[in-house]
């Protein structure tokens, strides 16, 4: 069974940093690119950045690119985000996405449960 | 950027009712188009991909179609269950994106 957990989330304040992690179980994590999903309260979804299998290709939503960076240790079978500059309009729930396919971009499959992640002062 | 616009983005049903979601993108995008379930408080679903293709272990009531820019998510018959928010979502090319979603509620 796949499992995405993601941790890392909580209060930060504006123009702080914070690192996100999501440890995955139950498939092989170096063969399938992985995404970062995010939501704020009360809205849609949005997709925030997507990271190759072997880390040579990054892809980052305008939004949040020059502050954000997506990485990926397969050793640890490990995913993160290191978001950097933050604003208020960061605050959301982000949620881990794995591709179906083993290239990019392609469908996702399963998704982590998620990580609050709060800037506020 | 390709623009993923759904409609209704709410809409009112009864258990055993038929629903008819409907996503359109703002170019042709392959069938490249994906649709998820939330539930609040949860994660996404992934419910279909490549238009209308099942995710392993959805159930068949739910069925997706259509092509180049216009497709439509149906669920046969509306289960308690099924009660959620509704996504599509374009994977033809970066940036990935989403609609705005439709709320199907009581």
């Known amino acids: 069974e796949v499992q995405l957990l993601e941790s890392g989330g909580g209060l930060v304040q504006p123009g702080g940093s914070l690192r996100l992690s999501c440890t995955a179980s139950g498939f092989t994590f170096g063969s399938y690119p992985m995404n970062w999903v995010r939501q704020a309260p009360g809205k849609g979804l949005e997709w925030v950045s997507g990271?190759?299998?072997?880390?040579?290709?990054?892809y980052y939503a305008d939004s949040v690119k020059g502050r954000f960076t997506i990485s990926r240790d397969n050793a640890k079978n490990t995913l993160y985000l290191q978001m950097n500059s933050l604003r208020a309009e960061d605050t959301a729930i982000y949620y881990c996405?794995?591709?179906?396919?083993?290239?990019?971009?392609?469908?996702?499959?399963?998704w982590g449960q998620g990580t609050l992640v709060t800037v506020s002062s | 950027d390709i623009q993923m616009t759904q409609s209704p983005s709410s809409l009112s049903a009864s258990v055993g009712d038929r629903v008819t979601i409907t996503c359109r993108a703002s170019?042709?995008?392959?069938?490249?188009l994906a649709w998820f379930q939330q539930k609040p408080g949860k994660a996404p679903k992934s419910l279909i991909y490549?238009?209308?293709s099942l995710q392993s272990g959805v159930p068949s009531k739910f069925s997706g179609s259509g092509s180049g820019t216009d497709f439509t998510l149906t669920i046969s018959s509306l289960q308690p269950e099924d009660f959620a928010t509704y996504y599509c979502?374009?994977?033809?090319?970066?940036?990935?994106?989403f609609g705005g979603g439709t709320k199907v509620e009581i």
């Open positions: 490549a238009a209308s």
């Open positions: 170019q042709g995008i392959n069938n490249y």
């Open positions: 979502q374009q994977y033809d090319s970066f940036p990935l994106t």
């Open positions: 996405a794995k591709n179906r396919q083993r290239w990019e971009p392609s469908e996702f499959d399963d």
């Open positions: 990271l190759s299998s072997r880390s040579t290709k990054t």
